[in-house]
C-alpha cells in the first residue's frame, strides 16, 4: 500500500530515534481516526476514488499499474481493483521479499487466486509474473500536502520508489480518506514524496506532480 499495505512494522535502521519516535506517536493518532470510520463510510469512500484513479491510469493507456488489496481499515480498493481491469489496465500487487528490501509486484487481476501473508497482507503467488509499475497507488497512514506520506514504519514503499526512479519515471499516488491529512509530516532524507494523494473528497495534487 502499503502495501499495503506492505510496509509494516520495523522501523529502517538508518532512521534517527526522535525521528522515528515522532513518527510512530503520528501513526498511533491517525491510525486511531481512521480505524473508528463506520462501514457504509468505508464502502462509499472506496467507490468514489474508483473512477477518479481508472480516470488518471487511463490517461496512459496499457500502463502498468500497482494497487493492493486494502486490509486493517484502509480505504476500500475493491472497486478501484475492478475499475483499473475494466480501463485496460496491467494490474499488479506489491509483495514483500525480505525485510529492508524493496517489494517486487506480481501481475494480478480481479479474481485471481491471492496469498495470505504475514499480518494478513494478501500477494499474488509466486507463479504470478513479475513486472515493473508505471503508477503507483499506494497505502499511507498519514499524508501532508507537500506530498509526503507516513506509511506504516517498514520503509518498503521509499526503498521501492527510490529504486524505480533512479531509472524510469514512476508515478506514485496516495489512497487515503480525507481525515488522513495531517499539518506536516515528519520527514527524513530517505523519504520518497508522492505525486498526488487521492480521497474521497477527489486527487490532491502535490508540488511537482505531473497531473
Known amino acids: 500500500m502499503a502495501p499495503h499495505s506492505f510496509h509494516f ?5 538508518f532512521q534517527p530515534p526522535a525521528a522515528a519516535a515522532q513518527k510512530a506517536a503520528l501513526r498511533r493518532d491517525v491510525l486511531a481516526r481512521r480505524a473508528a470510520v463506520p462501514d457504509d463510510t468505508r464502502r462509499s469512500a472506496g467507490a468514489a476514488i474508483a ?36 480501463a485496460g489496465a496491467r494490474l499488479c500487487l506489491p509483495v514483500i521479499m525480505a525485510k529492508a528490501e524493496p517489494l517486487v509486484f506480481r501481475g494480478w487481476r480481479p479474481g485471481e487466486p491471492l496469498e495470505e501473508k504475514r499480518f494478513g497482507l494478501l500477494e499474488p503467488p509466486p507463479s504470478a509474473p513479475e513486472l515493473i509499475p508505471d503508477i503507483l497507488f499506494v ?3 498519514a499524508f501532508d500536502r507537500r506530498g509526503f506520506r507516513l506509511g506504516y514504519g517498514g520503509g518498503f514503499y521509499d526503498r521501492t520508489l527510490e529504486k524505480l526512479r533512479a531509472t524510469a519515471p514512476a508515478r506514485a499516488i496516495g489512497l487515503a480518506f480525507a481525515l488522513q491529512e495531517v499539518d506536516e509530516v515528519p520527514t527524513d532524507a530517505f523519504d520518497q514524496p508522492l505525486d498526488g494523494v487521492l480521497t474521497e473528497n477527489g486527487f490532491l495534487a502535490t508540488p511537482g506532480a505531473t497531473a
Open 139 to 141: 497505502p499511507l497512514a
Open 9 to 13: 512494522m520495523n522501523q529502517p535502521t
Open 51 to 86: 473512477d477518479a484513479a481508472a480516470d488518471i491510469a487511463g490517461r496512459a493507456p496499457g500502463a502498468v499499474v500497482s494497487a493492493f488489496v486494502s486490509i486493517r481499515g484502509e480505504i476500500d480498493t475493491a472497486p478501484l481493483l475492478r475499475r483499473l481491469h475494466e
